[in-house]
């Protein structure tokens, strides 16, 4: 399918919009890595409440979309959020970039006072914690041009909803963007992440975890959608050089400290850091849910099929169980690309045994990278 994905241009005399940032930074990592069942185009709106709509209109037009998914910034909030609903009003507390400033008007005097996300908005959410990222559903867009092309979007004749994201700054602060939440502090846009600052590229893996979540919902809803093979996903961005990172997927100690899930404890066996080598591994879980090799255990077979030092970890991993639902050799790809921030990391995951959700996968491979990055941050002074 193909989803269109737009941003703002920045507004109001500030040098950068985190929704056209984050958006730059996903389209260029669809296009080094494309994903299966899904095509992604993407747009960029004014901020200006004349010329939004038929600039959106413009863009669907264009690519013919069989979804759109709206992305603004809003500052004052410090997580990636979702809205559930658009409201048919404009009432701006300042003017747009065209000098423009409505209050109190209807977007579509004809149309219905509210529209809800033509997506699944739990599983957007869903999606982008399982990549590590900070995200929460929200019921309330403003009334400037975020509400207003949100609206707009969820009234296309394809689905379409809409996705705010921090106002993160390459530094300092937004000088505005509080629209959809007046009077918060623009600082609270730089703080979450597990302590540290968010990024752009940390806003771009959110956003392309949405993406596919979109693709996905969407493409079982028609029935005429080809499946495309499940691939399982995460990534993040550390701050730390390619080398370090590369290192950390091929030291024991590394693996033992950041590889077990929340909840889990590792032990690394017998690495050998060369193509055709691999290790043992074993995870002890203490609370375990649906272990695969004995009542609190999840032993595997990882063996290293290429290995492109600083930039690709190619494994093949095989679950030591008794349950048919277990077996089989999964495919796991780990990449390595150089950002101004560190390090963006992605894995995934193909062949995956039919016993493992997509979901419980996903959101244990985030929470590994996410511990990678704390164990690789944490060393710098080391």
Known sequence: MRILVTAFEPFGGDPENASLEAVRRLADAWAADPQPGAELVTGTLPVAFGAAGPALRALVDEHRPDAVLAVGEAGGRSAITPERWAVNEDDARIPDNAGDQPRGTPIDPAGPAGRPSGFDVDALVGAILAVGLPADASDDAGRFLCNHVAYLVAGLDVPGGFVHVPAVRTSGTAGVGDETDPGASADASAITHEGRRLRFDDLALGLAAAVRSIAHGDSAAHEHAREAPRVDRAGTVIAAAPDRVYA???????????????????????????????????????????????????????????????????????????????????????????????????????????????????????????????????QRGD
């Not at 043992?280 to 492109?308: G, H, I, N, Q, Y």
């Not at 016993?355 to 590994?368: A, V």
């Open 248 to 378: 950390a997927l091929l030291d024991a100690e590394a693996l033992t400290a950041w590889l077990p899930p929340e909840g889990a404890a590792a032990s690394i066996e017998g690495l050998d850091a060369r193509e055709g080598g691999g290790f043992r591994a074993v995870l002890r879980f203490d609370d375990p849910v649906d272990p695969k090799t004995d009542e609190a255990t999840d032993a595997s077979r990882v063996t290293f099929v290429e290995l492109v030092p600083h930039e690709l970890v190619v494994q093949r991993v095989a679950f030591e169980s008794a349950e048919e639902r277990f077996r089989g050799d999964m495919l796991m790809t780990w990449r390595m690309q150089p950002v101004a921030a560190g390090t963006r990391v992605t894995v995934s995951a193909a062949d995956v045994p039919p016993g493992i959700s997509p979901e419980d996968h996903e959101l244990g491979l985030g929470q590994s990278l996410a511990k990678l990055a704390a164990y690789l941050e944490g």
